[in-house]
């Protein structure tokens, strides 16, 4: 099993979770692609660094999205909209073992007894997890509704400058009245 000391999240990421290596230290499980290793980091750790190469880092990320979507608990995150990369978490981000699956990558889900939900993942990979089907369901959808109102609010209108005249010529002088207009 091979371990990175650096990741960064992209497209072909499927999810993260922490799981501790034969030491005892906290890493990042990542499913990428048909592939699965270990990273040297906290899944945190990996989410920031990431959104920071983007410029914008966890915490800004996790404000935004608690201003849109309102001050809900466990929120998702999006680590890049061009790229339709965004998370949504299992547990509290606090929680070694909270599982931070990709929007894009999640399929289907079918609810496996009272507390399981079987979740269908690109690549054909199958994650059993333990949690309610309708909670799982619940962050799925407002990963998604994050993702459609951040999308909304970056499609602003096209704005044209026709130049229909001449424009003002300003002379920087000395003085109280610095400034001179000649038309």
Same mark, same amino acid.
């Given at each position: ?62 404000? *935004? ?36 699956? *990709?929007?894009?990558?999640? +399929? ?7 507390? /399981? ?23 799925? +959808?407002?990963? /998604? ?8 609010? *970056? ?9 229909? /005249? ?18």
């Amino acid at each position: 099993m091979s371990l990175l000391n650096d990741y960064r999240i992209n497209q072909e990421t499927v999810l993260l979770t922490g799981e501790y290596d034969e030491n005892g230290k906290l890493c990042t499980r990542v499913i990428e692609g048909e592939n699965t290793f270990l990273v040297n980091l906290r899944p945190i750790e990996v989410i920031d660094k990431t959104m920071l190469d983007l410029g914008s880092d966890f915490h800004a990320g996790r404000k *935004s999205a608690r201003e849109i979507l309102g001050d809900i608990n466990m929120c998702p995150i999006k680590i890049n909209c061009h790229l339709g990369i965004w998370l949504f978490p299992t547990k509290s981000y606090n929680d070694d073992f909270c599982i931070w699956f *990709s929007l894009k990558h999640v +399929q289907k889900t079918k609810p496996l007894g009272i507390r /399981k939900t079987e979740v269908y993942l690109s690549h054909n990979h199958t994650f059993i997890v333990n949690m309610k089907h309708s909670t799982f369901n619940d962050r799925k +959808q407002k990963a /998604k509704d994050l993702r459609d109102e951040m999308l909304k609010n *970056s499609q602003g209108k096209l704005t044209l400058y026709v130049e229909l /005249k001449k424009g003002l010529v300003i002379f920087e002088g000395e003085g109280i009245n610095r400034y001179r207009i000649k038309k």
